[in-house]
Nanobody
Framework: QVHLVESGGGSVQAGGSLRISCVAS????????MAWFRQAAGKQREWVSS????????????VKGRFTTSRVSVSEENAKNILYLQMNSLKPEDTATYYC????????????????WGQGIPVTVSS
């Protein structure tokens, strides 16, 4: 089975930092790409960042230089597969529900065509 479970969201003031986590089942974790997306109230979901198996990461222009995606494998972190999103210098416009996703199949890692999605976790940045 495939499981993606996000945690670590919450509220922070502008300029602050948060780290959100996505615990993934082995099948999800072994997919070519994992990614973070977000959806603000009343807006379409948007891609935030992707992490490829070769370690290459990509970021949306709106978060580049402020957000960092990383992965920790089973052997490194207490037998869990975890995708992290470290968010620094947060802005009110970063307020959204953040989703973890895995396995875009033959689609681009930056597309929305991911097979598996987490339930989402809210992040609120106040000014």
């Amino acid at each position: 089975q495939v499981h993606l479970v996000e945690s670590g969201g919450g509220s922070v003031q502008a300029g602050g930092s948060l780290r959100i986590s996505c615990v993934a089942s082995e099948r999800a974790y072994s997919s070519y790409c994992m990614a973070w997306f977000r959806q603000a109230a009343g807006k379409q979901r948007e891609w935030v960042s992707s992490f490829k198996l070769d370690g290459h990461t990509t970021y949306a222009d709106s978060v580049k230089g402020r957000f960092t995606t990383s992965r920790v494998s089973v052997s490194e972190e207490n037998a869990k597969n975890i995708l992290y999103l470290q968010m620094n210098s947060l802005k009110p416009e970063d307020t959204a529900t953040y989703y973890c996703a895995a396995d875009p199949g033959s689609w681009s890692c930056e597309s929305e065509r991911y097979e598996y999605w987490g339930q989402g976790i809210p992040v609120t940045v106040s000014s």
